[in-house]
């Protein structure tokens, strides 16, 4: 599976999220949470910044079940799914994952049928790649 | 200030064939069609002065001036974001030459995407950013980028696969009637459509472009100078590029209104720069990629309103005598993929009354780039 390239403005969301902290980089100056990361803030131009804790809540504004050509160890997953999640305290940043049974499960451990749009979810992190997953919340 | 509306003119176009492999390497084929461009205008090589292309074109001004024999060049620019920049070449050109800095301009594209490598498939290259964001995921291909915005676009609109069926086949339906098409003798049927296999859900095969060997080229000259050409001259009418405050390009999942792309922003400055309307488009060449850029393009250009796009290619809308006649040689998803210059110069097939799939009277056609990346549009006119 691909790790992150990670690069020196995201390197602060992996680390956090190797903790178990889904963090988002926002302006010190003006407060707007921002993603992806990078070395100012469009709203004041202010070049602080700070990586302020959300709540791992959100919903999946949108879906895609991939197939086939993939690279490798994706096509051997396929059709797995891959959602969008709004962040329910910065709705306009949208995180792209995974929808799990449990953390740690692997892309395609839930039927793609149990995938909507608008589902509430909840992060969790993956306990051997420190990547953050999302589960279906418990309603 | 005299702008460029119908300032240039496209007096020539050229192309190799199009197939899943052609023998000769990228660059014989780019210089093929340049000089077929060239002859069809009646110009020579020693009279150009100008070339624009895709930052992602392989052959570069040195090596094409060299092989073709091109005079001394005063301007030669390359435009970003794959798709995107293809009716950007044509802009720039116009743009150079009605400001005096050269006189006679080519465009091209050559493309070995049918038998060379996917692109995705080359994770060392890839940039840092957004990558770390999508591919770990899963999300690896253009089509997984895109398809992201189209389950979102069907679900807030209510349109249907039946929708981008219609996309599909309309383009179809023209390649069958282009033989220079990859698809010209392959029919298209409702049930095909929907039996096919997926690529990336909610998209199936036929909502995905072709893989394509070939070049395409095109030569733009001053009106004035267009008038002693040997074909009737295409003006551009107007011409603009998009590139949205906090756009992202492909994965544009980070700002207020991910639906709406720069299509909207070419769209802006395109009709304020113009003498008619969208009403007034006689036939549309518009990047096809995948089937759902067009529904967005046709809410971005102006045909119908915001979340109207799929409901707009109901009634054979798309079809010849339809509303709005779309990509007349077949487009990227059933003529040829070359990063949609075959869609400049069906263009301009059309408005010189000789498209395999003629409009009868055609004198307007506005012409996009990729919608979803940084884009560009063109409006032409007899
Ligand atoms: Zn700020």
Request: charged fraction near 20%.
């Amino acid at each position: 599976m691909l790790e992150p390239l990670v690069d020196t403005d995201g390197a602060p969301f992996w680390q956090y999220a190797a903790q178990g902290e889904l963090r988002v980089q926002t302006c010190a100056d003006c407060g707007e949470p921002r993603f992806p990361p990078r070395p100012c803030c469009p709203h004041c131009q202010s070049f602080a910044s700070e990586w302020r804790p959300v709540s791992g809540r959100g919903r999946i504004w949108s879906y895609v079940v991939p197939h086939p050509p993939l690279l490798p160890d994706y096509a051997e997953r396929a059709p797995y799914n891959v959602i969008l999640v709004e962040l329910a305290d910065a709705p306009r940043i949208r995180l792209v994952g995974n929808l799990v049974r449990e953390a740690g499960a692997p892309l395609d451990s839930l039927d793609p049928d149990r995938v909507r749009v608008g589902a509430r979810v909840q992060v969790v992190f993956d306990p051997a790649t420190g990547l953050p997953q999302w589960i279906l919340e418990r309603s | 200030m005299a702008g460029l509306k119908d300032a240039t003119a496209i007096v020539g176009i050229g192309q190799t064939a199009f197939a899943k492999h052609l023998p000769e390497d990228e660059r014989t084929l780019a210089c093929r069609a340049v000089l077929a461009a060239l002859d069809d205008a009646g110009i020579s090589p020693d009279e150009v002065d100008a070339l624009a292309s895709y930052t992602m074109e392989e052959t570069d001004e040195v090596e094409l001036a060299k092989a073709v024999g091109f005079g001394d060049l005063t301007f030669f620019s390359k435009v970003g974001y794959g798709g995107g920049g293809s009716c950007a070449t044509v802009a720039h050109l116009a743009a150079a030459i009605a400001t005096g800095q050269a006189t006679v301009g080519v465009a091209w594209r050559s493309r070995k995407r049918g038998s060379g490598p996917r692109p995705w498939k080359n994770t060392a290259v890839q940039l840092p950013t957004p990558a770390q964001w999508t591919r770990p995921f899963g999300l690896l291909r253009p089509v997984d980028e895109i398809a992201l915005l189209a389950r979102r676009y069907l679900h807030e609109y209510g349109a249907t696969r039946d929708h981008l069926f219609n996309v599909a086949l309309a383009c179809r339906n023209r390649a069958n009637q282009n033989p220079a098409a990859i698809m010209y003798d392959r029919p298209l049927t409702r049930e095909m459509y929907m039996t096919a296999r997926w690529i990336s859900e909610p998209l199936c095969l036929f909502d995905n472009c072709l893989e394509t060997d070939g070049a395409l080229a095109c030569v733009i000259v001053s009106s004035e100078r267009a008038r002693d050409c040997r074909r009737a001259p295409v003006y551009v009418h107007s011409a603009a590029q998009g590139l949205p405050a906090q756009h992202h390009g492909m994965v544009n999942y980070w700002n207020d209104d991910p639906l709406t792309g720069p299509a909207w922003t070419a769209a802006r400055h395109l009709w304020k720069h113009a003498d008619f309307t969208p009403q007034d488009v006689d036939v549309a060449q518009i990047y096809d990629a995948f089937t759902p850029l067009i529904p967005l393009s046709l809410e971005g250009y102006g045909f119908c309103a915001r979340g109207e796009g799929g409901a707009f290619t109901e009634g054979g809308a798309l079809e010849i005598g339809g509303r709005l006649p779309l990509n007349t040689g077949g487009g990227g998803l059933s003529e040829a993929y070359v990063h949609g210059f075959n869609l400049i110069n069906e263009g301009v097939k059309q408005l010189r009354g000789t498209s395999t799939a003629q409009v009868p009277g055609a004198s307007t056609c506005l012409v996009t780039a990729g919608e979803g990346v940084p884009t560009s549009a063109l409006l032409l006119r007899t």
